[in-house]
């Protein structure tokens, strides 16, 4: 159990806006920046946002990220058939002193 | 071609000792956080440690403190884990992944521990 949490599964139709949410507590995500990650199938994970909602370039626009108190939140918008992937948040825990990764959230696009 | 790739992954018996290599290309890791991340069979991502960029600090995952250690040599550009007492739940695809962002990874070394 991991002690930020995602819901495991999320879905959307093409074109759709999408969420996934990441809810921790003060010793995480309420006092550190929030990541998100996308796994395709068989592949390594890769960074969509960084910093709470910074995207590395080279990853479209479609993905942005908020933070809000002890929550983080990716929105997807135009949905993809390409976007069916593994999505994990990750942020450091300051009481763990470890950085923590979300479970996991399945997106399927429908 | 900036890339990460790891090695050493492998079988080996619960109780055995195994050590991973990651080497860079294309960047120079000396001036990175790096970091290890392991990944069970159909499970999710669970981070193992991290070292600073002169090794002068390094943090754990409570379930492998003082069973593996991590370490890097910046001038052959390679981070390393070293495994030692390892238990059939220590099973994963290992990675690599380099800075506070994450932003590189390598392709994963499969490690399987027998019982």
């Known amino acids: 159990q991991s002690v930020v949490t995602q819901p495991p599964s999320a879905s959307g139709t093409p074109g759709q806006r999408v969420t996934i949410s990441c809810s921790g507590s003060s010793s995480n995500i309420g006092g550190n920046t929030v990541s998100w990650f996308q796994q395709l199938p068989g592949t390594a994970p890769k960074v969509l946002i960084h910093s709470n909602d910074q995207r590395p370039s080279g990853v479209p626009d479609r993905f942005s990220g908020s933070k809000s108190g002890t929550s983080g939140s990716l929105a997807i918008s135009g949905l993809q058939a390409e976007d069916e992937a593994d999505y994990y948040c990750a942020t450091w825990d300051d009481s763990l002193n470890a950085w923590v990764f979300g479970g996991g959230t399945k997106l399927t696009v429908l | 071609e900036v890339q990460l790739v790891e090695s050493g992954g492998g079988l080996v018996p619960s109780g055995g000792s195994l050590r991973l290599s990651c080497a860079a290309s294309g960047f120079t890791i000396s001036s990175y956080w790096m970091h290890w991340v392991r990944q069970a069979p159909g499970k999710g991502l669970v981070w193992v440690s991290h070292?600073?960029?002169?090794?002068?600090?390094?943090d754990y995952a409570d379930s492998v403190k003082g069973r593996f250690t991590i370490s890097r040599d910046n001038a052959k550009n390679t981070l390393y884990l070293q495994m030692n007492s390892l238990r059939v739940e220590d099973t994963a695809v290992y990675y690599c992944?380099?800075?506070?962002?994450?932003?590189?990874w390598g392709q994963g070394t499969l490690v399987t521990v027998s019982s």
């Open positions: 992944a380099s800075s506070n962002w994450f932003d590189r």
């Open positions: 070292i600073n960029s002169d090794a002068s600090d390094t």
